[in-house]
């Protein structure tokens, strides 16, 4: 499945308004849908960017350059983890018991909206144990 422009699209049609936006461009070599691919953007976001090859060409359709493309169904919902008080964050020694109630929409397409680089750090820390104590909030995702 595919999301451009606030519709959603099988990979056949998207591809057919691609060579469509590709041909309307004045290209001396028309487009087919089998012309089209399309691959990740950098920006670590899930889109990606048609590309039409032609001849061993490639060039890049800027029209859809930030395409939603959700690979084998794999989908993901995002939310802040809100604390007492309404401020968000995660406090130690608290349990978080979230109900959702719903899901709305698709989600954002994969699992990895960053790719994180690894980078070693040290953390001194005074350690006192106390009681657990369970925030409960109940959210719709979308």
């Known amino acids: 499945m595919y999301k451009w422009s606030g519709a959603y699209y099988t990979e056949d049609r998207i ?15 028309q487009a087919t849908k089998d012309n089209v691919s399309f691959e990740p953007n ?8 048609a590309i039409v090859t032609i001849n061993d060409v490639e060039t890049a359709v800027p029209q859809f350059s930030e395409v939603q493309h959700w690979v084998d169904g794999v ?5 802040n983890i809100e ?5 968000t964050g995660v406090v ?17 397409p994969g699992n990895e909206t960053e790719n994180p680089k690894v980078i070693e750090s ?15 909030n109940t959210v719709t995702l979308e």
């Open 75 to 79: 989908t993901s919902y995002y939310m």
């Open 92 to 108: 130690r020694n608290h349990i978080y018991d979230y109900v959702i109630d719903g899901i709305v929409g698709l989600g954002t």
């Open 83 to 87: 604390h007492l008080g309404g401020l």
């Open 42 to 49: 950098k920006k670590g976001d899930n889109t990606h960017r």
């Open 15 to 29: 591809k057919e308004k691609v060579a469509q936006q590709y041909n309307a461009d004045d290209h001396p070599i």
């Open 122 to 136: 040290y953390l001194a820390a005074h350690v006192r144990i106390l009681n657990w104590r369970t925030v409960s």
